[in-house]
């Protein structure tokens, strides 16, 4: 192959990333498939691939596989293929489970620059004007009330949830119901609900707290299953 069939074949490799519905930590296609999808071949598809490492937008593990982003520092693999693995189900499954406790934990322990914050993660998703913004504001948000908890142990628990979040088995479902609801309701019930949260945690009233996260987790759950209010 001559250097310009291999920067060719980086140029295409960037522009089907960005063009495809992935996040950070979702694997890629086999070295097979993804040649062909890029139209090279897979020698010239590995040159690319060594470009995209060294660079820090993939890694790679031997016999694993190919996946976005930097190598995850600290984390092992059988962490990362467990949230690969996860499925939307198991995931609201435990945010039911977890974080309405997380929320009345909140209510007992959050001091004023807490309970500020979360005021503030309010605003910002009110002010979200498109999917990204919308879903940094929620991340932040659940973050905020996980912090506010005083626990590390919540607060990692929730911080993996929220990277399994980020699979593509969770986008596929989340990009059905984002088409449907829209920012309108990002910035409307789904921000009310998150301000009637923060009013029970400034009350320090944990079984309101408690409640009100139940409420908005359950409004997901039904957005997404597509049986019930959108969010």
């Not at 690319?48 to 596989?65: K, S, T």
């Not at 659940?142 to 506010?148: E, M, R, Y």
């Not at 019930?189 to 923060?198: E, G, K, N, T, W």
Request: glycine letters at 8%; a positive charge.
């Amino acid at each position: 192959m001559t250097r310009s069939s291999k920067g060719d074949a980086l140029a295409r490799l960037r522009g089907w990333i960005e063009s495809e519905p992935l996040s950070v930590g979702d694997r890629l296609p086999a070295e097979r498939r993804l040649a062909s999808r890029i139209g090279c071949s897979r020698q010239t598809l590995r040159a690319a691939l060594d470009r995209l490492e060294a660079e820090g937008a993939i890694w790679r593990h031997v016999g694993q596989g190919t996946f976005l982003g930097r190598r995850p520092a600290g984390r092992p693999l059988r962490d990362r293929l467990l949230i690969e693995a996860t499925s939307p189900r198991d995931l609201m499954d435990a945010r039911l489970l977890l974080e309405p406790q997380v929320a009345a934990a909140a209510a007992r322990r959050a001091g004023s620059a807490d309970i500020a914050l979360l005021e503030r993660c309010v605003s910002a998703g009110r002010a979200a004007r498109d999917r990204a913004s919308c879903e940094q504001a929620d991340s932040a948000f659940h973050g905020a009330v996980a912090g506010a908890a005083q626990n590390p142990v919540l607060s990692a628990l929730l911080s993996y949830l929220s990277d399994a979040r980020r699979r593509a088995a969770w986008q596929r479902e989340w990009d059905q119901t984002y088409r449907r609801i829209g920012v309108a309701e990002f910035t409307g019930l789904h921000s009310d609900q998150h301000a009637d949260i923060v009013t029970a945690i400034g009350r320090r009233d944990p079984e309101a707290a408690e409640a009100a996260m139940r409420r908005h987790l359950e409004t997901i759950d039904a957005a997404i299953s597509a049986k019930g209010p959108s969010i």
